[in-house]
């Protein structure tokens, strides 16, 4: 019991500690961190970026300098201009939020500018995300989020204890799936192992991404009112947490939380432990 109480108020402490400091600097700490870890593309740019953000981490004063994040900015923008053709999409939204910071920096209202590009940024992605799986036409028939759950090694538990699709059926998927590659002819097909219950689930994921991707988007990006601004912090939450902890896509998971934690109010404390909370445990969707 002693022990529990005691990692409680270790836990406490911790979050009171973070929520201490001012909300910009806390953003942009964390920014560092996720740029020690997810910002570099090549070698060059991994070299240079863990040096540069170590030392902002380690001063105070150059946590918040201008100069600092133009560095910064200007090396994850062109080392990442120059092999956009090959990055994953969280990179190009890093990209962006590091020109916000160095922008917020600069600027006489560091908290209102990362706050106001936060939100916007937040909306923007959901909203052109939205638009993808829309037009693109795999989210309406299932046959996206089918097509991962029966070739992608990173679910394949989740795949057979929702899908019922038994364990010896996903190698071999995988296998068909690599030996396409072999017969590039396009009339060369495949057939994957499934069953109807696992394409009932793709399709009501699909719809249900579709659903909640597109709510974030209007909320965040329409002029709300305070019962408006918990609601899509909510919605926020839950689509990190069902979809991140199941495809552990974690550069994106952080720089959406990242950003979250920028446009929500200090006053809010709860909602940004709740953020701060789900940083911390999608650590463990590395080992699930």
């Known amino acids: 019991m002693n022990v529990l109480v005691q990692l409680r108020s270790g836990i406490q402490a911790v979050f009171e500690e973070l929520l201490s400091q001012p909300r910009h600097l806390l953003v942009?700490?964390?920014?560092?961190?996720?740029?020690?870890?997810?910002?570099?593309?090549?070698?060059f740019l991994d070299l240079t970026l863990r040096v540069v953000c170590s030392l902002m981490l380690l001063s105070s004063t150059l946590t918040v300098s201008p100069v600092a994040w133009t560095?910064?900015?200007?090396l994850v923008w062109w080392t990442n201009?120059?092999?956009?053709?090959?990055?994953?999409?969280?990179?190009?939204l890093i990209s962006y939020w590091c020109l916000a910071c160095a922008l917020a920096t600069a600027s006489r209202s560091i908290d209102s500018v990362l706050a106001w590009n936060g939100q916007i940024?937040?909306?923007?992605?959901?909203?052109?995300?939205?638009?993808w799986k829309v037009i693109g036409g795999e989210y309406w028939d299932g046959s996206f989020f089918l097509y991962t759950?029966?070739?992608?090694?990173?679910?394949?538990?989740?795949?057979?204890?929702?899908?019922?699709?038994?364990?010896?059926?996903?190698?071999?998927?995988?296998?068909?799936?690599?030996?396409?590659?072999?017969?590039?002819?396009?009339d060369t097909s495949v057939t994957l192992g499934s069953n109807?219950?696992?394409e009932l689930f793709a399709r009501?994921?699909?719809?249900?991404?579709?659903?909640?991707?597109?709510?974030?988007?209007?909320l965040f990006l329409m002029k709300a009112n305070d019962w408006f601004v918990r609601v899509r912090d909510i919605l926020l939450m839950v689509f990190l947490v069902t979809t991140y902890f199941v495809l552990p896509v974690l550069g994106f998971a952080y720089i959406l939380i990242i950003m979250a934690l920028a446009q929500c109010s200090i006053d809010r404390p709860k909602t940004r432990i709740v953020y701060l909370s789900i940083l911390g445990l999608l650590q463990f969707a590395r080992i699930l």
């Open 28 to 43: 942009l700490r964390l920014t560092l961190l996720l740029l020690l870890f997810y910002g570099s593309s090549t070698v």
């Open 71 to 74: 560095i910064v900015c200007g």
């Open 149 to 186: 759950l029966l070739t992608d090694s990173r679910i394949a538990s989740l795949t057979s204890f929702v899908g019922g699709v038994t364990p010896d059926v996903l190698p071999q998927n995988r296998w068909l799936e690599s030996a396409l590659q072999f017969y590039p002819d396009v």
């Open 204 to 218: 009501v994921a699909s719809y249900w991404t579709i659903l909640i991707e597109g709510s974030i988007a209007a």
């Open 121 to 131: 940024l937040i909306g923007l992605t959901f909203l052109f995300a939205t638009i």
């Open 81 to 92: 201009a120059l092999h956009w053709l090959w990055i994953d999409n969280h990179q190009f």
């Open 196 to 198: 109807f219950r696992i």
